[in-house]
């Protein structure tokens, strides 16, 4: 209406054309909600698709990185099971057999790639995930291998120390060597020839001589030919004894250290002078005293 004085103007339809246009609005209009709901559904699908998308794509380099750093992993196992069979060597231990070492995987019951739930979905990425497990896994029983091998030689190197802690090392007293370890020597008192199973180190009247090894003294008294004498028990089946002393300062079940003195030297029993008789029992059985005393360096 162009204003207010203009007449006003009556159009009139019959009723079957407004029934069918009303018909045909209200179609239209329903079409044009479920177009409206389909494109935002559309919309909707499309953004969730293109997150999983950037979520797979996420997964997937995510799953590439584990896949290096097992790689790593499998590098370092390696280099620590070299180490382990260097350690064990110096362990006196043998090293471990090659077979074992690669502590095969497999048997019944095992899984497999295409048992997992993922399969069906993305045969690749089920595919990955059941290598990534199964290295992860061959990892897992290569770790234990190696941790109980290094328990065992961390066990036997134990056994070791204290084996070395309890073997002789040193000379009872610094002197020198008036008489070695000899199956055929003759006795200067008795004139007879027969076997030295000991050194004879030579010191004056009175210096001190000590345990060469810790240990338990098991004999402090007079002996027939050794006169005065101490013998220690290391353990191991090793013993040692010292002869001739003029003074005894150790007990019998008294617990002595390397180095501690036990006594001072003397000439008793059968003797032509001022020594330490000296010797070294291994499993009941004398050995030569030289082969475990580490003398030092000379000056």
Known sequence: MRGGTARVRQYSLPKRWVK??????????????????FLVADSGARTRAALLERENSLLKAEMERIETRVAD???EMATLAERDDRVRALAGLTGIDQEVLEVGIGGPGLETAGEGTLWPMDPEASEAAYAIRYDVAYLLRRAELLNNSFNEVEASLEDQREL?????????????????????????VTGVTGPHLA???????????????PG??????????YGNMIEIDHGFGLRTRYGHASKLHARVGQRVQRGEVVGEVGSSGSSTGSHVHYEVHKSGRPVNPSNYILWPPAR
């Open 164 to 188: 070395l802690e309890a073997t002789p090392s040193i000379p009872p007293v610094m002197g020198h060597v008036s008489s070695h370890y000899t199956y055929s020597r003759e006795n200067p």
């Open 216 to 225: 338990q003294v098991v004999f402090s008294g007079r002996k027939d030919g």
């Open 73 to 75: 992993l499998d590098r």
């Open 199 to 213: 050194i004879d180190i030579v010191a004056r009247w009175g210096t001190p001589f000590v345990a060469t090894a």
């Open 20 to 37: 069918r246009l009303a018909i045909g609005g209200g179609v239209l209009g329903a079409f044009f909600l479920v177009a409206t709901a």
